[in-house]
């Protein structure tokens, strides 16, 4: 964005108006032939003006204490806009019963768990988008997902899983019947994903819905006796 001029001309101003003010003009301050000029002072500029047009390379700090130690995957850059698209999962009266009591029995090997927030279904990995991108991006969203039917899905098998830098841990009900759908969903999405040469899904994708995260890698915690202690309650 570009700073407005502090004073502006009007545009009706004839060249003679422009060449008369220029001129020095007696009794006005100006100095006649011969005289030294008047040294010019330059008036320091407040804070608050300099503020406002912060440069170019300036970059926003990350803290990772303001948003449960997450770390960023990929530096924020101003105007990108990180997403990701997904199946938003309305939860039941029977879906928080079992939360409830698979997520303590988790927090028993690995305290630090934490419940999510809202629960959903990804069909895409995060991507970047631009911001003019955003409109013509969910446009084409919804042209390819428009001829979609509903369909019921299963997600009945507990799962441990971790996001691609190992920094995340996540423990989720896995897609046992669906899957099939979910995939042609994933096709359209992918389609769009390419057009505005972004990446795709992963070629063999695991739906799921997670009920808790936690920092770092803590598979080895979670998998093998925790794992089998919390699918109990859904049965073999």
Known sequence: ???????????????DEAE??????????GCSRGQS???SQKLPVPDSVLDMFPGAEERLADDSAKHGGRVRTFPHERGNWATHVYVPYETREEFLDLLDVLLPHAQTYVPRLVRMEAFHLSLSQSVVLRHH??????????????????????????????????????????????H???????????????????????????????????????????EGQCLRELQCPLGP
Not at 1 to 15: D, H, R, T
Not at 21 to 29: E, F, K, L, M, S
Not at 142 to 153: G, L, M, P, T
């Open 1 to 15: 964005m570009s700073a407005a001029p502090l004073v502006g001309y009007s545009s009706s101003g004839s060249e």
């Open 20 to 29: 008369a003010g220029a001129r020095v003009r007696p009794g006005t301050g």
């Open 37 to 39: 000029p008047l040294p």
């Open 133 to 178: 991108w955003i409109l013509p991006f969910v446009q084409a969203l919804k042209d390819r997902v428009a001829s979609f039917q509903r369909f019921c899905f299963t997600a009945d098998r507990v799962k441990i899983y971790t996001n691609q830098e190992k920094t995340r841990t996540f423990v989720g009900l896995e897609v046992t019947s669906g």
């Open 180 to 222: 099939t759908q979910f995939l042609d969903l994933v096709s359209e999405v992918d389609r769009v994903m390419e057009e505005f040469d972004l990446t795709t899904f992963y070629q063999d994708p695991s739906f799921h819905i997670s009920l808790a995260w936690c920092v770092g890698d803590a598979r080895l915690q979670l």
